[in-house]
């Protein structure tokens, strides 16, 4: 099973005609994404890999039933391209944008939970189910063919591909992948995102791979606390993260004490969650939870 996405989902790609539009693109397609549209303003007409291009989103949902969109556009466009692709009715958008202003991610998340859409990101890299399709950037070939019933979130891109990986060598490979995003504000928090697994009969566990910097962990464990059924391994990266020194990107910040390896740890445990102190450990509980 899946959450949001599976191989039937009709896929639009926005920045299509871009350098890395059209890459990505093509790998997307490769992995099996239902991609049937793409949108860059003022190049309607063309086509990218077989996929006709619009000149803008309501042309292309009105043309093809597009219900999901993947943005490869530059960070000053992403709120506009953000409203005129909710409006015109798509409610799941991944976008993988970097460096958009966070006075914009929350307009955008405020327009997203105003009429019931899901919108990951910023910076991330994309939800991929194991084995049907995937949108954004995440390598289709680190996972095996055939997914599993662990759900993955994670805020860490790289760390999503290795825990896939960890999860499939233990016997529990994922079903979906899910990059929430890596930025301080992002378009969906972590406890909403474990809400998609609860609902889903399919999913046996839910791996979290958290880091260090802001809240996120800490609100997902206030989630898990209320009730989440499901048995959470977490991980968080960043144990040795010097309080005030950003790390890699700008979600990756200790400040007076808060958003620490510590804190976020201790709530999640708890919680319930069992806590992994290395990635391998990952793998180690995963045997156990499915024996």
């Known amino acids: 099973m899946s959450i949001l996405l599976d191989k039937n989902t009709r896929v639009l790609v926005q920045g299509i005609t871009g350098k890395i539009g059209q890459a990505q693109t093509k790998?997307?397609?490769a992995y099996g994404t239902n991609i049937v549209a793409g949108v860059t303003p003022g190049r309607g007409g063309a086509a990218v890999e077989g996929v006709?291009?619009?000149?803008?989103?309501?042309?292309?949902v009105n043309a093809t039933d597009a219900e999901a969109s993947v943005f490869f556009v530059p960070a000053r466009a992403v709120k506009d391209t953000v409203f005129e692709t909710l409006e015109a009715g798509i409610k799941l958008v991944v976008v993988v944008t970097e460096h958009i202003p966070?006075?914009?991610t929350m307009e955008m998340r405020a327009e997203a939970k105003k009429i019931g859409a899901t919108l990951l990101g910023p910076t991330t890299p994309g939800i991929l189910t194991v084995g049907e399709a995937k949108m954004g950037i995440i390598p289709g070939n680190l996972f095996p063919k055939v997914g599993g019933r662990a759900g993955v979130i994670s805020r860490s891109g790289t760390l999503a591909y290795e825990v896939g990986?960890?999860?499939a060598k233990a016997g529990t490979a994922p079903s979906t992948v899910v990059g929430m995003g890596a930025d301080p504000v992002v378009l969906t928090d972590l406890a909403d995102l474990l809400k998609f697994f609860a609902a889903?009969?399919?999913t046996d566990f839910v791996t979290i791979v958290g880091e260090v910097g802001g809240i996120q962990e800490e609100l997902a464990a206030e989630?898990?606390?209320k009730g989440f059924k499901k048995p959470v391994i977490a991980y968080i990266a960043g144990r040795n993260t010097p309080e005030g020194k950003r790390m890699g990107h700008a979600g990756a910040i200790v400040q007076r004490g808060m958003g620490s390896v510590a804190s976020k740890v201790a709530a999640l445990e708890k919680a319930g969650?069992?806590?992994a102190k290395t990635p391998a450990e990952?793998?180690?509980?995963?045997?156990k939870l499915k024996a």
Request: aromatic share 10%; hydrophobic share 60%; proline share 6%.
């Open 282 to 287: 990952i793998g180690e509980i995963a045997k």
């Open 52 to 60: 006709p291009v619009f000149d803008s989103v309501a042309d292309a």
């Open 165 to 167: 990986g960890i999860l």
């Open 223 to 225: 989630y898990i606390a």
């Open 200 to 202: 889903d009969p399919a």
């Open 27 to 29: 790998w997307m397609l």
């Open 273 to 275: 969650a069992l806590i």
């Open 102 to 104: 966070v006075h914009d």
